[in-house]
């Protein structure tokens, strides 16, 4: 009789070189009997999951989507974030076809240009030299800079809960130092890069961002500021928690823009899980849409769609129908799913709504499609928040 063979991704566990941090150490300082058995009776190994072993720049923490990539493919993977940087900093990505299109849109059509991404240096999501190499192709292309506007979704998760205030000064004063852009609205991630179809979150990010729905606020400076002091709720403090809030005119009333039919948009996160909820509110003609038979619709009641340039840096996902500046590679042949498949076996992929595309989609090489002998179960993530009490805003 055969027996099934068991790969377990325990996601985020990890052993820390560094002792003199153990008094901060979670996964030290927690009892794990099981973990000590299996450690004791089995062999086992370390392996690194940081900078070019997961092929990522030296020095970079790696993450849920790296990791699963690598682990399927059974390879270093050289990532796309590390292209991308590579491209800005000799000169390519200026004359990127994709993203002079939708900067040539608004143009040829005295519209403007928002940039939709993560402001952080934790370089999970994007980065910001990422932003600055859009800002610097808008300079190159001379596009008025005051049509130029960034809706900024605050980390908080990858980096110090406290960090968005620096990292939002740092691209205000690129902005001043280059001419180009202006903030229109900021968000915490929890709201504009949810990835569990929590559709209430993704809604007031939407709302701001579209109609300049939402507290204003004369600075982001200032919202950031009165978010670390007045958190929503005792629960969702810091960075990635600040909800959607619109900046204005000196009135102190106006938003400084509204999305408008004819404007073009740029998605610069490289990674897709998170991008993809905000990304389909504003490119899917049907909005609430179809999520397969025996599912109900997903999305909120968003109303007339756009009639938008929308541009991402990278493939987000297949149905999106987007510009992408950075289309995936080649696939890769003979990963671990594909070899499997070949040798006549079955496999069972099974996970969290939360983890669901990483042990197929991410774990396959960004193939949706499953192999031959691949059955996959989802189960639902919670829907509630950190402190576990349901989210009622």
């Not at 928002?114 to 190499?133: K, P």
Request: net charge negative; charged share 25%; hydrophobic share 35%.
């Amino acid at each position: 009789m055969t027996r099934p063979l068991v790969l377990i991704v325990r996601d985020g566990w990890g052993k820390n070189p560094h002792p003199e941090w153990n008094h901060g150490n979670a996964i030290h300082l927690a009892r794990h009997p099981v973990d000590d058995a299996l450690m004791a009776e089995y062999p086992h190994t370390l392996i690194k999951t940081s900078g070019f072993d997961v092929g990522l720049p030296e020095g970079t923490m790696g993450n849920s989507e790296v990791g699963h990539q690598n682990i399927g493919a059974g390879r270093i993977v050289d990532q796309e974030s590390v292209h991308i940087t590579k491209q800005i900093r000799t000169g390519e990505f200026l004359s990127n076809p994709e993203l002079n299109a939708a900067v040539s849109n608004a143009l040829a059509k005295g519209t403007n240009l928002h940039l939709f991404g993560i402001v952080s240096d934790a370089g999970v999501h994007g980065l910001l030299e990422h932003l600055y190499g859009v800002l610097g192709l808008c300079k190159h292309r001379n596009i008025p800079g005051n049509r130029v506007f960034l809706h900024g979704f605050t980390d908080g998760r990858d980096s110090s809960p406290n960090k968005g205030a620096e990292y939002m000064r740092q691209v205000e004063s690129k902005m001043q130092e280059m001419g180009i852009g202006r903030v229109a609205t900021v968000s915490g991630r929890y709201w504009s890069m949810d990835r569990d179809n929590r559709w209430q979150r993704v809604e007031k990010a939407y709302r701001a961002i579209a109609f300049g729905d939402g507290p204003r606020f004369m600075s982001a400076a200032d919202a950031i500021a009165h978010y670390y002091n007045n958190p929503a709720q005792p629960s969702m403090s810091g960075d990635e928690f600040i909800p959607p809030s619109v900046i204005t005119e000196t009135d102190g009333v106006t938003p400084r823009t509204l999305v408008r039919d004819g404007d073009s948009v740029i998605f610069y996160n490289y990674r897709g899980d998170r991008p993809r909820e905000l990304t389909r509110a504003f490119v899917f003609e049907e909005f609430p849409y179809s999520a397969g038979e025996g599912n109900p619709p997903q999305g909120f009641d968003r109303g007339k769609k756009f009639d938008l340039h929308f541009t991402t840096m990278t493939a987000y996902e297949t149905s999106l129908p987007v510009h992408v500046a950075y289309p995936k590679p080649p696939k890769m042949v003979n990963i671990l799913g594909e070899y499997i498949s070949a040798l006549g076996l079955k496999q069972f992929r099974c996970a969290e709504t939360e983890k669901y595309a990483h042990v197929t989609f991410f774990f396959n090489d960004y193939r949706e499609a499953p192999f031959l002998g691949e059955d996959r179960e989802i189960i639902p993530s919670p829907k509630n928040l950190p402190d576990g009490k349901p989210l009622t805003t």
